[in-house]
C-alpha cells in the first residue's frame, strides 16, 4: 500500500508507505487536495528509511497546498538518513519535524525499545497510552529473558502505574542483571510497596553504584521515623562507597534527624570523595546554618571539598552570603579563589562583577579564567574590560573573553572574532573565534571565512571552515 490515510476531526494523517514512496507521496498530495477544513496535515515517514532527492519536490508541494488550506504540517518519525537529506539540500527550515508514535503498533513499539536515543520516549509515551494489548506484551516481556528489554518494561509497567503487576515487578529482584533490578528497586518505590524495603537495605551494598543509588531513592520514598538512624548506622561501613549510598539516603530523606547524622558525620569523616559528598548532600537541606557549613567548605584541605562546597552555595542560592564569598576571591589558595569565582557566576550576582573586575590584576591564573567566565554569565555589560584583554599574552584568556563576549554583548562578540579569526597566533583561539561567527551569523561572515580559508595553516580550524561553508 503506497499511503494510509485516517482523518480525525480537523487533523489527517497520511502514512506514506515502505515501497514506490513518490507514488505514496503524490496519493497522499492528492488526498490532502481533496479535503476541506483541516487544520492540520500530518506526514509520517515511519516507514521511508531512506528518500529519494526527488521525493522531496512532492514533499514541498505538501507545505504550498497546506498553507494553501491555511493549516500546519507537521513532518514526524523522521529516520536519520531522511533527516540528513533534509539538512543537505537546506530544507530543515522550511518544516516542523518530530516524533509521533500514535501509528506504531505494540510490536513496532517494542522494537524500538532497543534504540537508546527513542527507548525513553517510547516508553514514556506507552506509559501515557497504556493499553490492555500493550500490558499483556510488557508482562510476556517479564517473563522473557532479553535484559534491555526486560528493563523498559519494568520501568514502563511503573510509570503507567500498573500495581497490577507488583508481584511480577518484584520478582525481578532476582534478576542476574543490574539494570533489571535497579529498574525493580525504582519501580517498586513508587509503588510505595513497603513489603521490600528490608530488602532493599541489603541493595544498598550492592557493589553497581546504579542500583545502590536506586535503593537510595526508594528507601527515602518508603522511610518512616526509624530510617534515618538505621541508614546512619551504615555510614560507620569500612567501605567508602557504601558511606556515600548513605549520605544520599539520608539527604532523600531530608528530615532534621537525617541533618543532624549528616552534620556530625561530616565533622568525623577522613575520605575527601565522602567528605564531599556529604557537603553536597548537606546543601539539599533547607536549615538556617547550611550557607556557612559551605563557606566553611572553602577552608577544607580538599579541592574536592572545596568544589563541592562552591556548587552548594549555587544550589542554595545563598546571594546573602554573596560579601564573603566575594571575600575569598583574593584568598593565598588560588583555588579557593577560583571556586569562590564559580560560585558567584553561577548565582549571576551582578553586585559582584565589579570587585570581580578590580580583583582580576591580583589573582592568580586559573581564578581569571574563572572571572571571565563568571563575568559571561552575569547581567552586567562588562564587554570594555573584556575588549581590554583581547592581545592578552595567554591564549586561554583570549579565548575565555570571545566566550564571555558572546554571552554578553553578541555584536561586540562577532566584531572581535572577526578580527581574530585572521590575526590571532593560537590556533585554539581561531577555532573559537569561527564557532562564534558561525553562531552569530553576522553580515558578510560567509565571506571573512572563505578569505580565511585560503590563508588557514592549521587543518581543525580549516576543516572547521569548510564544514561552515559547504552547509551554507
Given at each position: ?198 530488602r532493599l537495605y541489603e541493595f544498598l551494598k550492592s557493589s553497581v553504584s546504579d542500583v545502590a543509588e536506586a535503593a537510595a531513592g526508594s528507601i527515602a520514598l518508603l522511610a518512616d521515623d526509624s530510617d534515618a538512624e538505621k541508614i546512619g548506622s551504615l555510614l560507620m ?236
Amino acid at each position: 500500500m503506497g499511503v494510509e490515510l485516517t482523518r480525525n476531526k480537523d487533523t489527517l494523517r497520511v502514512v506514506i508507505g515502505a515501497d514506490e514512496h513518490v507514488e505514496g507521496l503524490n496519493e497522499g498530495l492528492a488526498a490532502v487536495r481533496a479535503e476541506t477544513e483541516i487544520y492540520k496535515v500530518i506526514l509520517d515517514l515511519k516507514n521511508c528509511l531512506f528518500l529519494q532527492s526527488k521525493s522531496l519536490a512532492t514533499i514541498l508541494a505538501f507545505k504550498k497546498e497546506v498553507q494553501k488550506k491555511k493549516a500546519e504540517l507537521l513532518l514526524v518519525n523522521v529516520s536519520e538518513e531522511v533527516h540528513q537529506l533534509f539538512d543537505m539540500t537546506n530544507l530543515l527550515p522550511l518544516f516542523n519535524i518530530s516524533q509521533d508514535y500514535t501509528s506504531f503498533n505494540a510490536d513496532e513499539l517494542l522494537e524500538k525499545l532497543f534504540d537508546p536515543e527513542e527507548a525513553d520516549r517510547v516508553s514514556d509515551y506507552i506509559a501515557e497510552n497504556y493499553t490492555d494489548d500493550i500490558k499483556a506484551r510488557l508482562y510476556d516481556v517479564l517473563e522473557g529473558d532479553d535484559p534491555l528489554l526486560k528493563e523498559y518494561a519494568v520501568l514502563t509497567i511503573g510509570k503507567a502505574h500498573d500495581y497490577d503487576a507488583t508481584e511480577r515487578v518484584r520478582e525481578c529482584l532476582d534478576s542476574d542483571s543490574g539494570s533489571v533490578v535497579r529498574a525493580a528497586i525504582l519501580v517498586l518505590g513508587w509503588f510505595g510497596e513497603l513489603s521490600v524495603k528490608e530488602r532493599l537495605y541489603e541493595f544498598l551494598k550492592s557493589s553497581v553504584s546504579d542500583v545502590a543509588e536506586a535503593a537510595a531513592g526508594s528507601i527515602a520514598l518508603l522511610a518512616d521515623d526509624s530510617d534515618a538512624e538505621k541508614i546512619g548506622s551504615l555510614l560507620m561501613a569500612g567501605n567508602p562507597r557504601l558511606r556515600i549510598v548513605a549520605s544520599q539516603a539520608l539527604s532523600l530523606i531530608n528530615d532534621s534527624k537525617s541533618y543532624a547524622i549528616l552534620l556530625e558525620h561530616l565533622k568525623a569523616e577522613k575520605n575527601e570523595d565522602v567528605r564531599a559528598f556529604t557537603v553536597k548532600s548537606l546543601a539539599g537541606f533547607n536549615k538556617p546554618g547550611v550557607a556557612d557549613i559551605l563557606l566553611a567548605g572553602f577552608d577544607d584541605e580538599s579541592l574536592k571539598v572545596r568544589e563541592a562546597s562552591a556548587g552548594g552555595l549555587v544550589r542554595i542560592k545563598a546571594k546573602d552570603k554573596v560579601d564573603e564569598i566575594l571575600k575569598r576571591i583574593t584568598d593565598k589558595d588560588s583555588w579557593v579563589g577560583y571556586f569562590a569565582v564559580k560560585a558567584l557566576g553561577e548565582m549571576h550576582s551582578e553586585v559582584s562583577a565589579e570587585k570581580l573586575i578590580s580583583a582580576y590584576a591580583a589573582v592568580e591564573e586559573n581564578v581569571r579564567l574563572a572571572i571571565i567566565e563568571a563575568l559571561g554569565k552575569i547581567r552586567y555589560d562588562s564587554s570594555a574590560f573584556l575588549q581590554g584583554l583581547v592581545k592578552d599574552d595567554n591564549e586561554d584568556v583570549r579565548k575565555e573573553v570571545l566566550g564571555a563576549l558572546m554571552k554578553i554583548k553578541p555584536e561586540s562578540a562577532a566584531e572581535t572574532a572577526a578580527v581574530m579569526v585572521a590575526s590571532d597566533e593560537s590556533w585554539l583561539v581561531r577555532f573559537k573565534a569561527v564557532e562564534i561567527l558561525d553562531t552569530i551569523k553576522p553580515q558578510g561572515y560567509k565571506d571573512i571565512l572563505r578569505s580565511r580559508l585560503t590563508a588557514e595553516e592549521n587543518k581543525y580550524v580549516r576543516e572547521k571552515i569548510q564544514n561552515i561553508l559547504e552547509v551554507l
